[in-house]
């Protein structure tokens, strides 16, 4: 054998023997081997692709360790255009053009910038500075700009504001709830501190005004002048049984204010501006002679004094709580708070049943309009994700499930809005019965329109209509006057 078909022979038989085997563990040295016996890098290239037995599919490869597909991901677009059954309960109640126009811009803000917002908060929880750089104690809580641009944005658009101006007569509450319906899956939780402050301006009202100022700040749509309002009731025996857990002590001033003296467990939205707290007034000789609920009064507290200090609250630590991580619910230490005292003495709890009112009635919203959400994004995927050769929306069993979801949400959003509704009075003004009352959260079930579209209401809509009449029937009515 001559030596140049004896290279001939290295170079076409042996070489791409020895590269395909050195492919399947080591692509680099394949290539490398592969350069030595031809020359120009490209040239290699292309040989070894010659050599590749799955060219074709491993090409994708190429450049990259984890393929070149990426599933498209569901997109959130308007949420107010995406529901079909809050404009269609609109256009019934309130079918000024001015309000279908005013939610759909809300709608696109809560789409363009508030979800982000959102996200951010998720990403980057609060953090507690004690101590300022020379030593003095600070106990500030510091929250991200996404968090405080949140503020801003629901003091502009009147989330709170909207439930007391009364720009849409009857029917405000209705209008701020849907506002609320579709800024809550987005905000990163900040419908607490609105909840929150939306109860403490409710109780205000309720007790004829006596901190007007208070109540301007919580209602404004002035973002530099909007206050957010904490509920600390929550102590170490608390939990439910507030009447026995409630150890904090209030000392009566010179000036008829008070100090309070206490230690409050589970303060949520700590970074707000005031709060409402419960506390038992002390008599001369320092003492709390009256026990169980009739011995809690109700207090109105400013969080920072006129001077920027701490008004003498100790923030002891930030929970590490398990959810909810993107709002501040710290242990609070109130060393000589000054307080204003709201209620009559011995009535705190009566008096703050407005606030926990409202709050329940923003937790039912803000159910609703997390599984609407949830509905809204998984028909989106539907028409994104492919298997088994077409898309998720054209199988039948999918379909079934998705519409199976949408049936529920729409029937808990019709019991939201029936808790909304304003049918405390009838149209005479005539206070209405616990049985008249139940009647709007059945009509909305009942003309619910069904998935096919042609008006038959679903039995799922009709069996939470029934059980929420029976519930009305049974509530004190105290409960539902929030309007």
């Not at 140049?4 to 040295?29: D, K, Q, T």
């Not at 049918?423 to 019965?433: A, D, E, L, V, Y």
């Not at 329109?449 to 209509?465: F, T």
Request: hydrophobic residues 35%.
């Amino acid at each position: 054998m001559s030596k140049e078909e004896a290279l001939f022979e290295i170079r076409e038989v042996h070489l791409p023997m020895a590269v395909r085997l050195c492919y399947r563990s080591n692509r680099g040295l394949a290539l490398h081997m592969l350069s030595r016996g031809v020359s120009g890098g490209r040239a290699s290239v292309e040989r070894l692709r010659e050599l590749e037995p799955h060219s074709q599919t491993h090409s994708l490869f190429s450049r990259s360790a984890i393929g070149s597909f990426f599933q498209e991901q569901p997109q959130l677009t308007n949420p107010f255009i995406q529901d079909p059954l809050l404009r269609t309960y609109l256009q019934r109640h309130l079918p000024a053009q001015e309000v279908q126009e005013k939610l759909c811009c809300f709608g696109e803000a809560v789409a363009s910038e508030v979800d982000a917002l959102g996200r951010e908060c998720e990403l980057n929880p609060p953090t507690l500075e004690r101590f300022d750089p020379w030593g003095r104690r600070v106990d500030r809580i510091i929250t991200h700009s996404a968090w405080q641009r949140l503020k801003c944005f629901s003091a502009q658009q009147g989330l709170v504001a909207e439930g007391y101006e009364a720009n849409h007569g009857v029917w405000s509450r209705v209008y701020q709830m849907c506002k609320m319906y579709m800024f809550a899956p987005s905000a990163g939780l900040f419908t607490c501190p609105l909840a929150m402050t939306d109860g403490a301006a409710k109780v205000l009202q309720s007790l004829g005004m006596p901190a007007r100022g208070a109540f301007d700040h919580l209602t404004s749509r002035d973002e530099s002048k909007f206050w957010t309002s904490g509920q600390w009731m929550t102590e170490r025996r608390g939990g439910s049984d507030v009447a026995r857990g409630t150890e904090t002590v209030a000392r009566r001033q010179e000036d008829g204010s008070f100090r309070l003296y206490g230690f409050k467990w589970f303060t949520s939205a700590t970074d707000a501006d005031m709060t409402l707290t419960l506390a038992r007034i002390a008599d001369e000789d320092g003492s709390t002679v009256t026990p169980g609920s009739r011995g809690v009064s109700l207090f109105l507290a400013e969080v920072w004094l006129g001077d920027g200090s701490s008004n003498g609250i100790e923030v002891q630590r930030l929970k590490n709580k398990l959810g909810t991580r993107q709002m501040p619910t710290a242990e609070l230490l109130l060393d000589g708070t000054k307080a204003t005292l709201l209620s009559e003495e011995g009535r705190g709890i009566a008096s703050i049943a407005s606030m926990l009112t409202i709050t329940r009635i923003y937790n039912t919203v803000c159910a609703a309009a997390a599984m609407r959400r949830i509905t809204q994004l998984c028909r989106d995927y539907a028409c994104k994700r492919s298997v088994f050769g077409k898309l998720l929306k054209d199988h039948p069993l999918h379909t079934l499930t998705l519409s199976r979801m949408e049936s529920r949400e729409e029937a808990v959003s019709c019991v939201g809005r029936g808790c909304i509704n304003p049918s405390s009075t009838s149209s005479s003004g005539r206070k209405m019965g616990n049985e008249e009352r139940s009647v709007p959260a059945a009509q909305a079930a009942l003309t619910l329109p069904s998935q096919s579209g042609d008006g038959e209401p679903c039995l799922i809509c009709l069996v939470v209509a029934f059980t929420r009449s029976q519930q009305l029937l049974s509530t004190d009515e105290q409960f539902l006057e929030i309007t």
